[in-house]
């Protein structure tokens, strides 16, 4: 298993601004991923962060908006730039742990950074 | 790229009855896997489903995986108010690491 914590839980800010959201997790793991969750709806990936090279961008989803760092295996970063009220959501950090069998396949979630932009 | 639908969006339960939440993917999958989301919460794994047909049960949960491993189903029994949540299913297809979520099914539980 894998304990993640998510800095900060909660923000709310100013339209143009930018928040970045930490992810750290108390052992090494091999994938980690962001989600993006809107009220009442289901989980969108954002991107996989990979460690010490460029993170794997879903559609509709860009580098420039949602920049992306993963200095090693325990710790991610996802920065929301130039931030209209559209991007008001709860995103979500997210890692799986194994090489193989249920370890393989099976994802835990941090408890999710809920941002509001006015 | 593939497409996980879930059904029912909504589920409202009388405490003790049972319900069934069904997931359907366009292509096939290597597995499928439920999530629980209490409110306000975050998503938690359940379980895991990788072999054609499989049936697997937890005390009153019971998971299935379609023969042509393209469907899935959750049979909750004797609803209880700790059932109460957002369900989804994951489909993970072949050469492919990321899972697909459903739009999951929230229950609500009347006493």
């Known amino acids: 298993s894998a304990v993640i914590s998510q800095k900060p839980s909660r923000d709310i800010c100013q339209r143009g601004t930018s928040l970045t959201i930490q992810c750290q997790v108390d052992?090494?793991?091999?994938?980690m991923f962001w989600y993006r969750q809107q009220p009442g709806q289901s989980l969108t990936l954002i991107a996989t962060?990979?460690?010490?090279?460029?993170?794997?961008?879903e559609s509709g989803f860009v580098i420039d908006k949602f920049p992306i760092s993963r200095p090693n295996l325990t710790f991610s970063t996802l920065t929301v730039s130039n931030m209209s009220p559209e991007d008001s959501s709860i995103y979500l950090c997210?890692?799986?742990?194994?090489?193989?069998?249920?370890?393989?396949?099976?994802?835990?979630f941090g408890p999710g950074t809920r941002l509001t932009v006015l | 790229g593939q497409q996980v639908m879930q059904i029912p969006q909504y589920q409202h339960v009388q405490e003790g009855e049972d319900f069934t939440t069904y997931c359907n993917s366009s292509?096939?999958?290597?597995?499928i896997q439920w999530y629980k989301q209490r409110p306000g919460g975050h998503p938690v794994f359940l379980i895991q489903?990788?072999?054609?047909?499989e049936v697997k049960k937890q005390k009153r949960l019971t998971f299935q995986f379609g023969e042509a491993k393209k469907n899935s189903s959750l049979h909750i029994t004797a609803t209880q108010t700790t059932d109460v949540g957002t369900y989804f299913c994951?489909?993970?297809?072949?050469?492919?690491?990321?899972?697909?979520f459903g739009a999951g099914t929230t229950v609500t539980v009347r006493a």
């Open positions: 994951a489909g993970r297809p072949f050469n492919d690491y990321k899972l697909s």
């Open positions: 997210s890692v799986r742990t194994g090489t193989s069998g249920r370890a393989l396949n099976e994802q835990f």
């Open positions: 292509t096939t999958l290597s597995n």
């Open positions: 052992s090494q793991v091999t994938m």
């Open positions: 489903l990788v072999k054609s047909g």
């Open positions: 962060a990979n460690q010490g090279s460029e993170a794997t961008y």
